[in-house]
T-cell receptor, first 112, second 115 residues
Framework: DAKTTQPTSMDCAEGRAANLPCNHSTISGNEYVYWYRQIHSQGPQYIIHGLKNNETNEMASLIITEDRKSSTLILPHATLRDTAVYYCIVRVAAGGYQKVTFGTGTKLQVIP | DVKVTQSSRYLVKRTGEKVFLECVQDMDHENMFWYRQDPGLGLRLIYFSYDVKMKEKGDIPEGYSVSREKKERFSLILESASTNQTSMYLC??????????????FGSGTQLSVL
């Protein structure tokens, strides 16, 4: 699995968009980008994933650069409940037998 | 919704004890994972399993073993607990091989303290 690099921490004002970057310069052609978040004292929760096209769901948007070496998770209107650690990982989408590794993530603090 | 249940939320054990952490999922997932989480170190993969009786080492398997006798249950075993195994342990599961979205579902975690 490719490694990812994320900033250790970020702040965002409540109501503003939170843009969380992730570098994955060694990503392979068959690897997807997945985002998870972990609210304090809970297990991580899936947010979104994508291969090369931008993706949007009810929680967030995912922008992947054309060369696929980096991506940005966008929370369009951050709320205090979005305060969490956000993890970006890359992995093959399907096929079992795969190690799924996380890094240290980005701690997002949403400020009132 | 998928439910991943870890048997204990908090556990206190003594050095040298054999410790079992149990994880059960209810969605017939092939893949199951054990992670530990420590401040500043993120989630680190201990072991994973992609089928009954199959297991693979993760990044930090030393001092741990696992058991998967049934598809829904994945147990993490600390053969002789040590204080440096004090940590939050997280179990996860996912489908395999049939979808392009093998998202992981996590349990709530077990905070293990070894005294």
């Amino acid at each position: 699995d490719a490694k990812t690099t994320q900033p250790t921490s970020m702040d965002c004002a409540e109501g503003r968009a939170a843009n969380l970057p992730c570098n994955h310069s060694t990503i392979s052609g068959n690897e997807y980008v997945y985002w998870y978040r972990q609210i304090h004292s809970q297990g991580p929760q899936y947010i979104i994933h994508g291969l090369k096209n931008n993706e949007t769901n009810e929680m967030a948007s995912l922008i992947i650069t054309e060369d696929r070496k980096s991506s940005t998770l966008i929370l369009p209107h951050a709320t205090l409940r979005d305060t969490a650690v956000y993890y970006c990982i890359v992995r093959v989408a399907a096929g079992g037998y795969q190690k799924v590794t996380f890094g240290t993530g980005t701690k997002l603090q949403v400020i009132p | 919704d998928v439910k991943v249940t870890q048997s204990s939320r908090y556990l206190v054990k003594r050095t040298g004890e054999k410790v079992f952490l149990e994880c059960v999922q209810d969605m017939d997932h092939e893949n199951m994972f054990w992670y530990r989480q420590d401040p500043g170190l993120g989630l680190r993969l201990i072991y994973f399993s992609y089928d009954v009786k199959m297991k693979e080492k993760g990044d930090i398997p030393e001092g741990y073993s696992v058991s998967r006798e049934k598809k829904e249950r994945f147990s993490l075993i600390l053969e002789s607990a040590s204080t440096n195994q004090t940590s939050m342990y997280l179990c996860a599961s996912s489908l395999a091989g049939v979808t392009t979205n093998e998202k992981l579902f996590f349990g709530s975690g077990t905070q293990l303290s070894v005294l």
